[in-house]
């Protein structure tokens, strides 16, 4: 035992030993598979017409690539032939391999689009062009580039998986041969490789390239760490030949007994997944008992259940080890059942049954729908689920448009440890770890997240931040005026439901916008004479050109949401308009003319609003005033942020009065506002206990919320003063509030807080 390394990693090189390099006798493979004879020899499954197709794409790209040369000294047509190798032997089809062929050259040589759409049809084209790099524009963070790029592969990939495929072949072989590539770029590659690329393979259920992508990641990342656990590995295999070889035998004894027929293949745990399992539960490497395991593999899912009963009978399970991902398959469309047994000498040993059909989607995941033409169900169900991920993130892109906000999306529905819940209707729904009851409404249908009021788990109703467990029966309790919450985003899980709720709320605030901007430019309009804005139809057309291109805009929408968020000042364009309206034969009112720009204060220059608390996010009400109807008040339209409304004698408005008065409007309180409005008071008090409790309780008689309180930290004062932030109604409502404070024994002290210069 002493031979074996019990912690890792622990050997360090020593004082001017270099690292050993990564198992070079891979050379020779790699020389032949870059063989365009041995990649021919692997398309039988094709017909004589298609191989004919593949020939002249291998033609094509010789040509394109002739004298370039990899860091090996090969001639660069050895990496396209390798990757279209590697897509064979997952039998794709032949544009998929076309493109294999050349998905560099439109980087590297020049070709363009449209070369090839002439010369092999546009779904090859198409299928090169998603796997074309974004090389001609300029980010300013690598992550940015990472990120843009990822977008670019994922969209393609979304209309044709194909693309990933090649993607991740081409990935593959770079791995491969990293070692002809300089040192200083492994760490880079290799840590993008097991960020990115391992991930998505294991996403869409391609096995045998995610283990292969992480095992030369993990080699290239951490020579040393590797070398020492392989030889560890390589004398624990030695060992324990004997014990595997008796395990294999008994099996096979016991399924010939019934007659059943059964395929057992070893498997060996990955050096990366055992040096994962180490890192993370900070286990030595005798502690990593679950090294070996075999799958059995049998003809049907009865079957399957049966091989279950029959090992349980001969070894002793280890309880919480079993997992049915047949009757609930994974995210990636993996089915099989799991179970560890406690073998001969006491080592565990995990076991994995199968059907043919499940291992062959277990190892080629959504290649396997190239593999095997299955027309069953469980084919179908792995496609669709394979797929179905992938339209999601197609749904997240055409609501984001930020790179950075996209890969924050990616990053957080990429890896499928999943939390499994039930719908009412008893609908299995996978979930992201830690989502919410948010993230299953969303899940269901956007229309049901948007307009989520409540929930009930299991019968029991909870909070919508509540965590979903495996098991949970949700409901969701949705109200018609019900909408998203900004401070959802604080605990949502999945992308999909966080970029719904953004969008929502970008779109929201868009629409206020532009109904303030629609009011405000016709209110400005009335001050020039013309009682209201021309309508968008034929004959007004020519009039609404030449105002978007005097004022820059796409669109009227556009141009009304500038106004509104204050991009665009609306006396400016109510005068062009004005100019532009006269040309085409209308006439201003001078009656009109003379009562708008004249019953308004004479410093605003903008037409007024009438406000009763309704507006929604384009209108704000300041914090350094807070001002509640009766108080004098103004607007002012800042940069970007829509209206601010102010009270007239605020400091802080005066002085933007002073500098940027055109962008100052009139504004009126309604009638009836329609919600309470915050204003700050000080309440000062005589220091004794429970006096914070009653001036809260007279405050509450006085109907008036309170939604902040703060106070002195000098709790050996006589006096202190406790600072309320409260909701009420208008002044008459607040004067009546601080007159009932002032009748409570222990305030000597109630009113009204304004920040100086009021």
């Known amino acids: 035992m002493n031979a074996v390394p019990n912690h890792l990693p622990v050997a360090e090189p020593r004082p001017g030993e270099r690292p050993p390099l990564p198992d070079a006798s891979a050379a020779a493979a790699n020389a032949a598979a870059a063989s365009f004879a041995a990649l021919m020899d692997n398309l039988d499954y094709l017909d004589s017409t298609s191989v004919e197709l593949v020939r002249q794409a291998y033609r094509f790209a010789d040509e394109a690539h002739l004298g370039q040369l990899r860091n090996s000294g090969e001639p660069y047509i050895t990496h396209p032939i390798a990757v279209a190798a590697q897509c064979a032997t997952w039998k794709l089809d032949a544009q998929a391999l076309m493109a294999a062929l050349l998905h560099d050259a439109m980087e590297d040589c020049g070709v363009t689009k449209s070369d090839l759409i002439d010369r092999f049809g546009a779904p090859v084209a198409e299928l090169v062009d998603g796997l074309t790099k974004l090389d001609k524009l300029q980010f300013d963070t690598r992550e940015e580039n990472q990120a843009e790029s990822f977008r670019k592969m994922l969209?393609?990939?979304?209309?044709?998986?194909?693309?990933?495929?090649?993607?991740?072949?081409?990935?593959?072989?770079?791995?491969?041969?990293?070692?002809?590539?300089?040192?200083?770029?492994?760490?880079?590659?290799?840590?993008?490789?097991?960020?990115?690329?391992?991930?998505?393979?294991?996403?869409?259920?391609?096995?045998q390239t995610y283990r292969e992508l992480q095992d030369l990641a993990f080699r290239h990342l951490h020579p040393w760490r590797y070398a020492t656990l392989a030889k560890a590995v390589g004398k624990a295999r030695n060992r324990r030949r004997d014990l595997v070889q008796k395990v294999q035998a008994d099996v096979d004894a016991a399924f010939a007994r019934i007659g059943m027929p059964v395929r057992l293949a070893g498997r060996e745990k990955t050096l990366y997944a055992i040096y994962q399992k180490m890192t993370l539960k900070h286990l030595s490497f005798a502690q990593v008992t679950d090294i070996y395991g075999f799958r059995v593999i049998v003809p049907s899912i009865t079957d399957c259940y049966t091989a279950l009963g029959i090992l349980h009978q001969m070894y002793k399970p280890v309880p919480g080890k079993f997992k049915d991902h047949i009757a609930i398959a994974k995210l990636n469309g993996y089915q099989s059942l799991h179970t560890t047994l406690v073998g001969?000498?006491?080592?565990?040993?995990?076991?994995?049954?199968?059907?043919?059909?499940?291992?062959?989607?277990?190892?080629?995941?959504?290649?396997?729908?190239?593999?095997?033409?299955?027309?069953?169900?469980?084919?179908?169900?792995?496609?669709?689920?394979?797929?179905?991920?992938?339209?999601?993130?197609?749904?997240?892109?055409?609501?984001?448009?930020?790179?950075?906000?996209?890969?924050?999306?990616?990053?957080?529905?990429?890896?499928?440890?999943?939390?499994?819940?039930?719908?009412?209707?008893?609908?299995?729904?996978?979930?992201?770890?830690?989502?919410?009851?948010?993230?299953?409404?969303y899940a269901i249908h956007s229309n049901i997240g948007n307009h989520t009021s409540g929930a009930k788990i299991n019968n029991e109703q909870v909070p919508l931040r509540t965590e979903l467990k495996n098991g949970d029966v949700v409901e969701i309790i949705t109200t018609p005026t019900a909408t998203p919450n900004p401070a959802w985003l604080g605990f949502v899980r999945s992308g999909r439901a966080r970029s719904k709720i953004?969008?929502?709320?970008?779109?929201?605030?868009?629409?206020?916008?532009?109904?303030?901007?629609?009011?405000?430019?016709?209110?400005?309009?009335?001050?020039?004479?013309?009682?209201?804005?021309?309508?968008?139809?034929?004959?007004?057309?020519?009039?609404?050109?030449?105002?978007?291109?005097?004022?820059?805009?796409?669109?009227?929408?556009?141009?009304?949401?500038?106004?509104?968020?204050?991009?665009?000042?609306?006396?400016?364009?109510?005068?062009?308009?004005?100019?532009?309206?006269?040309?085409?034969?209308?006439?201003?009112?001078?009656?009109?003319?003379?009562?708008?720009?004249?019953?308004?204060?004479?410093?605003?220059?903008?037409?007024?609003?009438t406000l009763d608390g309704s507006e929604g996010a384009s209108i704000k009400y300041a914090h350094c005033c807070r001002p509640i109807p009766g108080d004098s008040i103004v607007g002012y339209l800042?940069?970007?942020?829509?209206?601010?409304?102010?009270?007239?004698?605020?400091?802080?408005?005066?002085?933007?009065?002073?500098?940027?008065?055109?962008?100052?409007?009139?504004?009126?309180?309604?009638?009836?506002?329609?919600?309470?409005?915050?204003?700050?008071?000080?309440?000062?008090?005589?220091?004794?206990?429970?006096?914070?409790?009653?001036?809260?309780?007279?405050?509450?008689?006085?109907?008036?919320?309170?939604?902040?309180?703060?106070?002195?930290?000098?709790?050996?004062?006589?006096?202190?003063?406790?600072?309320?932030?409260?909701?009420?109604?208008?002044?008459?409502?607040?004067?009546?509030?601080?007159?009932?404070?002032?009748?409570?024994?222990?305030?000597?002290?109630?009113?009204?807080?304004?920040?100086?210069g009021q």
């Open 638 to 756: 800042g940069r970007g942020e829509g209206l601010v409304v102010h009270a007239t004698a605020c400091a802080i408005a005066n002085r933007l009065q002073n500098k940027d008065s055109e962008r100052f409007i009139t504004v009126d309180w309604a009638e009836e506002p329609t919600r309470m409005f915050e204003t700050r008071i000080i309440v000062t008090v005589n220091n004794g206990k429970g006096v914070l409790a009653r001036v809260a309780a007279d405050l509450a008689r006085s109907e008036a919320d309170i939604t902040h309180v703060d106070m002195d930290d000098e709790t050996a004062l006589d006096t202190i003063d406790l600072r309320f932030i409260i909701a009420v109604r208008d002044q008459t409502h607040l004067e009546s509030a601080l007159r009932n404070l002032r009748r409570t024994p222990a305030v000597l002290r109630a009113i009204r807080s304004l920040p100086q």
């Open 155 to 207: 969209l393609a990939m979304a209309r044709d998986v194909r693309v990933i495929l090649i993607k991740l072949a081409d990935r593959t072989h770079n791995m491969r041969t990293l070692s002809d590539m300089p040192r200083s770029k492994w760490g880079r590659i290799s840590s993008e490789t097991l960020e990115i690329y391992a991930p998505i393979a294991h996403r869409l259920g391609l096995n």
């Open 344 to 441: 001969p000498s006491g080592v565990n040993i995990e076991f994995q049954m199968r059907t043919e059909e499940m291992h062959l989607i277990a190892e080629a995941g959504v290649a396997a729908h190239w593999l095997y033409k299955a027309q069953d169900a469980d084919g179908a169900t792995a496609e669709r689920l394979g797929t179905k991920w992938l339209q999601s993130l197609l749904d997240i892109q055409n609501e984001t448009r930020d790179a950075a906000e996209f890969w924050d999306h990616v990053k957080v529905d990429l890896f499928p440890d999943a939390v499994y819940v039930f719908t009412p209707k008893s609908q299995i729904m996978a979930l992201p770890r830690g989502a919410t009851v948010v993230d299953f409404a």
């Open 502 to 609: 953004r969008h929502h709320l970008k779109t929201l605030a868009q629409t206020e916008s532009e109904s303030l901007g629609e009011k405000l430019l016709t209110q400005a309009l009335r001050a020039e004479g013309l009682e209201q804005l021309p309508e968008s139809d034929d004959a007004t057309q020519t009039i609404w050109e030449k105002l978007l291109r005097f004022t820059g805009n796409r669109s009227r929408s556009e141009l009304m949401t500038d106004i509104g968020l204050g991009k665009r000042i609306a006396t400016i364009v109510a005068k062009r308009l004005m100019v532009l309206m006269s040309e085409h034969g209308h006439r201003p009112d001078a009656l009109l003319m003379t009562r708008e720009r004249y019953t308004s204060h004479e410093t605003v220059s903008q037409g007024g609003v």
